[in-house]
């Protein structure tokens, strides 16, 4: 079975130091991969897609980036935290249209 | 732009009442409509309706879709405290590979005992 794995849980980190999330899937190939980000509970904003290695969309633009080095895997990162980087962060993933989106468990940023 | 407004933001009920919750949308090459369930974390799927005047239901969980009006209404009936959650709205159109969801506000949904 299909599998989506997000980690950290939970981050607090300093304005102006870096980030790295990573997201990774089991038990599929060549996913649709996304980050989106909550803000508030609320409404889910989406930042980045890729349909295969090496290949990212970005929706918005702002103070992160995203790479897929591996099939099955999706980072996203920042070089310096702004405090309007807090929020929670999904990572999801699709292979079928008719399907939707499976989604990470998620991890809640806070910047200080 | 693809556009999802929910409504309402917020809704107060008790056990047994009956709920409706509101998405309409605005896509181009509309493919379908998503709700989703959100407690502490991650979103779980709830429905996806892709014909209209169709239904969906799951237990106590019912959704329909009208494309000529281009909304969907999500019902729960005799609700339950753990029906709490914010419900998402999400719609998705055909173009090409990428197969974006563009998500609504949500719904925030309490249950009191």
């Known amino acids: 079975s299909q599998t989506i794995h997000q980690w950290p849980a939970t981050l607090v980190q300093p304005v102006g130091s870096p980030l790295s999330l990573e997201c990774t899937v089991e038990g599929t190939s060549n996913p649709n991969l996304y980050w989106y980000r909550q803000a508030a509970g609320r409404g889910l904003q989406l930042l980045f897609y890729?349909?295969?290695?090496?290949?990212i969309s970005s929706e918005v633009p702002q103070n992160l980036s995203a790479s897929r080095p591996q099939d099955r895997q999706f980072i996203l990162s920042s070089k310096k935290l702004l405090l309007s980087d807090s929020g929670f962060y999904l990572c999801?993933?699709?292979?079928?249209?008719?399907?939707?989106?499976?989604f990470g468990s998620g991890t809640r940023l806070t910047v200080v | 732009e693809d556009k999802v407004v929910q409504s309402p933001l917020s809704l107060v009920v008790h056990e047994g009442d009956t709920v409706t919750l509101n998405c309409s949308y605005e896509v181009t090459n509309f493919r379908s409509l998503l709700w989703y369930k959100q407690e502490k974390k991650a979103p779980t799927f709830l429905f996806m309706l892709?014909?209209?005047?169709i239904e969906k239901k799951s237990g106590r969980l019912s959704s329909i879709l009208d494309k000529k009006e281009l909304f969907s209404i999500l019902n729960i009936t005799a609700t339950q405290t753990g029906d709490s959650a914010v419900y998402l709205c999400a719609v998705s159109n055909s173009g090409g590979s990428n197969y974006k969801l563009t998500f609504g506000k949500g719904t925030l949904l309490t249950v009191n005992p």
């Open positions: 892709t014909s209209s005047g």
């Open positions: 890729s349909v295969g290695i090496g290949q």
């Open positions: 999801a993933w699709s292979v079928l249209r008719v399907s939707g989106y499976t």
